[in-house]
C-alpha cells in the first residue's frame, strides 16, 4: 500500500487511487430516458440516478438539469461547512459584526480579507506580530470600510482599537506611516 498522499480539489486520496481515477475509461451515461409510464427522465450528473425532473430545481439560467436536490443540498451544506472553517470567512464574520448593516460591510468579502492579510503577511499591522487568529478592523474610523481602510490585528489589540477615534493621537507615527504605506500597496497590488 502506498501510504504517500497528494492533495486533490476535494480530498487527500492514496496516490494509487488517483492513478487508477485517471486511467480508467470514461463511461458515456444517457442523460436522458423515458420510463415505461412515459415520463421523462434525466439523469443527476453527481449521483447518475436516472430521476424525474422534479427531482430537479428549476432554473431560468441552465439549459441542462445537473445535480438533483439531494445532491446540490449536499453539495451546498459541503461548501458552507468548508467556508465556515475558513479563517478570512471568521474575520469576515467578525468584521461585518462589527461594522454594522453598511452598505461598505456588505461589498467587503473573503476575497478583500485574503487580500489585506496577505499585504501584511499574515501579521499584526501594529505590533507586527504573527497571530493564529487574527481580527479585521477599520483603520480609521473617520474612513469608510474598504480594502484599503482594514487593518489584520490581534485580538487583543482589536478590542483596544475599537475604542480608538484617531490613530495619529493613539499610536506612534511610525506605527501610522508603516501601517498607512501597507494599505497603499494593497490597493495597487
Ligand atoms: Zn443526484
Known amino acids: 500500500m502506498n501510504v504517500k498522499k497528494i492533495n486533490c480539489v ?26 415505461p409510464d412515459g415520463a421523462s427522465l434525466h439523469r443527476c450528473t453527481a449521483c447518475a440516478r436516472m430521476l424525474p425532473v422534479t427531482h430537479f430545481y428549476a432554473s431560468h439560467t441552465k439549459y441542462r438539469l445537473h445535480r438533483c436536490k439531494r445532491c446540490a443540498t449536499r453539495a451546498q451544506r459541503a461548501y458552507m461547512a468548508a ?11 467578525t468584521l461585518r459584526r462589527h461594522a454594522g448593516r453598511s452598505e461598505h460591510a456588505r461589498r467587503f468579502q473573503e476575497a478583500d480579507v ?15 506580530k504573527p497571530a493564529k487568529r487574527l481580527v479585521l478592523v477599520r483603520w480609521r474610523p473617520s474612513a469608510p ?45
Do not use: K, W
Open 10 to 35: 476535494r480530498a487527500t486520496i492514496p496516490v494509487a487511487a488517483a492513478a487508477t481515477r485517471v486511467q480508467a475509461p470514461r463511461m458515456r451515461l444517457a442523460l436522458h430516458a423515458t420510463a
Open 83 to 93: 467556508r465556515r472553517t475558513s479563517p478570512y470567512f471568521r474575520m469576515l464574520c
Open 114 to 128: 485574503a487580500a489585506v492579510v496577505r499585504a501584511f503577511h499574515g501579521r499584526s499591522a501594529l505590533s507586527d
Open 145 to 189: 470600510l474598504h480594502p484599503g481602510n482594514a487593518v489584520p490585528l490581534t485580538s487583543r489589540e482589536a478590542a483596544a482599537h475599537r475604542a480608538v477615534r484617531c490613530v495619529e493621537d493613539a499610536y506612534p507615527a511610525a506605527a501610522v506611516a508603516r501601517t498607512d504605506t501597507r494599505l497603499r500597496q494593497t490597493q495597487t497590488a
